[in-house]
């Protein structure tokens, strides 16, 4: 009951004019750079963060939840119109929603991404409600040897689970590991790896790193065809609504790929990509009629931005209650959050209420904003692709120094900025996935205190690490992330080797 | 086997590269961890413990890589794939490719230089003067000189832009001509 006072009260806050016209603003904002190929939700709140640095809490973050939906809003409608998904979590969407416009169902294929997506995160936020709390109330209970052992499955999972080879995904949170070494180590006063640079002794700020990674990374990666002229896009539109007979072919598929969603979010490390695609092949062997997915099956678009919404709220969940972001755009709010003087984890539930229940309450209004604004607005906002990406994306680059320079006011961020920006390219290039380093920057100075904090307790002994059952549970549970996806890729050797 | 050489595909040769390049980080990363001083307070080798420990995991996770990529190879080699199959035309898509990636990159690179060429304007020339000079430079690296216009254009509305938007309506601070003592 309690819980649902201080929803009401953030609704009161979330619901002020003022905080309504952020939303719309972030919205239409997140939605542009949601649009361009190549960039999702975390380029898209990175970019922008820089615009809420002076706002209050609320507004800041109702203002980067408005951003948020607004970039996968945009996402799947780049998706869908132009078969260019702006991140992993969007390519599900143009399985079956790019066929569709092909056929000229373009409008119902807008529609109910929109209507597929509203469903998924309202729902979604609605069980966050409950369910964050206990974990919460749960987590306060953890020591410092808890901590350690929880962020090494958060690591190990994410690590682990990235597309491709998993040595690199470990390979990259190591690299992200050393860069949160870098600075005056707290405990001692030691100043570690700063080459003797004054600008280094406060270490690297995370938000560098992200906006290095996401913005400029992908931006570079992008010039391969930026000059390619104009993209050919579909700019007249009927109404953008769809049939009694479409909904009820969707109602189902939505409903199931919700809790899907949801839960695989709130998995550290499992993002919305696997989400939707878990979701899209659950629906195609539940169908009647498989062979319609990939030619314009409507359930097949509905299903996977169901999940995706979802599961960006369930993403949410270990981010506020325990301060370990699941995926890069959550990774991004927290520091959001952390650039307000904010410390996301259990006691932020007791602290400051009003903050978490003002960012859930948030999440419901961006929600309905965004799909209220974006039906109606799809033909307009999708006129902004007509503007060719070789002038768009210089403004990008010029949106992300800015940004940068904003966190400290330092013009050695520049640098720093230029410098990931290419190591970001770089392991693009070699296949080396981003998010276990960007995960790893954020929480590797908590993870190394809470380390070395255990074993000042214990008197440099390691038992610590393994005496309480939540730090068995988590430890057990790391062992299980790193060992299942190789014992199961063995076992498919073994079968290959038997026939 | 003995004599015969083993032949990796493009995409094992990057995963080659990048173990030894992991190597050497982890190498590099360990000798300066171990020559971080000892801490005055508390246990004196402390600060150096998480960081050995980082360097140790990357150096067996750099070799593993390679390893993995000679076990690969071997194994294609024994089954007896020939990768040449083929060989002509993809040679062909790939010096096609190449070209790409060397405009690509070189890109990369003028984008760099104007990035820091920006950093070095920036303090002494004020935001607005030095962001018009690195969009300017970086709309016409893509748009060419024939398009003035709107690179002019672009970037002086952008400039403008963003700075009223920070230092008026955001209350971000953002150096206007330190240069000239404004």
Redesign the interface.
């Known amino acids: 009951m309690e819980s649902f006072m201080l929803l009401m009260d953030g609704f009161t806050v979330a619901l002020q004019p003022m905080n309504l016209l952020w939303v719309t603003i972030g919205g239409v904002l997140g939605t542009i750079i949601g649009m361009l190929p190549g960039l999702g939700p975390a380029t898209g709140v990175a970019v922008l963060l820089p615009l809420t640095f002076t706002m209050g809490p609320v507004a800041a973050l109702i203002t980067m939840a408005g951003v948020y939906y607004g970039a996968m809003f945009g996402g799947s409608r780049a998706s869908i119109l132009l078969n260019t998904p702006g991140d992993g979590a969007a390519v599900a969407a143009t399985f079956d929603g790019y066929p569709m416009a092909r056929q000229g169902r373009a409008e119902a294929a807008l529609a109910i991404s929109a209507i597929a997506s509203f469903i998924g995160g309202t729902v979604a936020t609605i069980v966050m409600v409950f369910v964050s709390v206990p974990v919460a109330r749960f987590a306060i209970k953890f020591g410092a040897a808890e901590y350690f052992q929880l962020y090494v499955f958060a690591l190990a999972a994410t690590a682990s689970l990235t597309k491709g080879n998993r040595i690199k995904g470990f390979i990259s949170m190591i690299i992200g590991l050393m860069i949160a070494t870098i600075g005056i180590d707290p405990q001692s006063g030691i100043k570690r790896f700063t080459f003797g640079l004054l600008e280094l002794q406060s270490g690297i700020d995370f938000l560098v790193v992200i906006i290095a990674v996401f913005a400029l990374g992908e931006v570079f990666k992008s010039f391969q065809n930026i000059t390619e002229g104009k993209l050919n896009i579909q700019k007249k539109f009927g109404k953008i609504w769809i049939s009694r007979e479409e909904w009820k072919r969707c109602v189902w598929p939505i409903i199931r790929s919700t809790p899907i969603g949801f839960f695989v979010g709130a998995l550290p490390g499992a993002g919305g990509t696997m989400a939707s695609l878990i979701a899209y092949n659950n629906e195609r062997q539940l169908s009647k009629h498989p062979e319609e997915f990939g030619n314009g099956a409507i359930e097949g678009l509905a299903a996977p931005e169901a999940a995706n919404n979802a599961s960006s709220v369930g993403a949410m969940i270990p981010m506020l209650t325990l301060g370990i972001p699941g995926s890069g755009t959550t990774a991004v709010m927290m520091g959001a959050l952390m650039i307000l003087g904010l410390k996301p984890g259990p006691l932020l539930f007791q602290q400051q209420p009003e903050i978490v229940w003002g960012l859930i309450a948030s999440m419901f209004i961006g929600n309905i904003i965004l799909a209220v604004v974006n039906i109606p607005m799809a033909g307009g906002l999708v006129r902004i692709l007509a503007v060719p990406p070789k002038i768009l994306y210089p403004i990008i680059l010029g949106l992300s120094f800015v940004g940068a320079y904003a966190i400290s006011f330092s013009v050695m961020d520049f640098y720093f900025l230029l410098a990931f920006g290419v190591l970001g390219y770089i392991m693009e290039k070699a296949k080396i996935p981003s998010s276990p380093l960007i995960l790893a920057v954020i929480v590797g100075n908590s993870m190394e205190q809470s380390f070395r904090r255990a074993f000042v307790i214990s008197d440099g002994t390691l038992g610590i690490f393994f005496k309480s059952p939540i730090c068995i549970i988590f430890f057990a549970l790391t062992v299980i992330s790193i060992g299942y996806p190789l014992l199961k890729s063995a076992l498919v050797k073994l079968k290959e080797r038997s026939r | 086997m003995g004599d015969k050489k083993l032949e990796f595909s493009s995409?094992q040769k990057?995963?080659l590269?990048?173990g030894y390049v992991?190597v050497g980080?982890?190498a590099v990363?360990l000798i300066?961890s171990l020559a971080?001083?000892r801490?005055?307070?508390?246990?004196p080798q402390?600060?150096k413990?998480?960081?050995v420990g980082?360097s140790v995991?990357?150096l067996g996770?750099?070799a593993?890589?390679v390893i993995?990529q000679y076990l690969a190879a071997l194994q294609k080699a024994k089954s007896g794939a020939s990768p040449a199959a083929g060989k002509q035309s993809a040679a062909k898509a790939k010096a096609k490719e190449k070209g790409?990636l060397e405009d690509?990159t070189k890109?990369?690179i003028l984008?760099?230089a104007n990035?820091?060429l920006?950093?070095l304007l920036?303090?002494p020339i004020g935001?607005v003067l030095s962001?018009i000079v690195?969009?300017g430079l970086?709309?016409l690296l893509?748009?060419g000189r024939k398009r003035w216009k709107?690179i002019l254009t672009?970037s002086l509305v952008?400039?403008i832009f963003?700075y009223v938007l920070?230092s008026s309506v955001?209350?971000?601070?953002?150096p206007r001509m330190p240069i000239l003592g404004l």
Do not use: D, N, R
Not at chain 2, 39 to 43: E, I, K, L, Y
Not at chain 2, 170 to 174: E, R
């Open positions: 995409s990057t995963s590269i990048s992991s980080v982890g990363y300066m971080l001083p801490a005055a307070v508390g246990m402390a600060p413990v998480f960081p980082l995991i990357m996770l750099g593993a890589l993995q790409k690509h890109k990369i984008t760099v990035g820091v920006y950093a920036f303090s935001y962001t690195f969009l970086e709309l893509f748009s709107m672009v952008f400039s963003v920070f955001l209350g971000v601070y953002l």
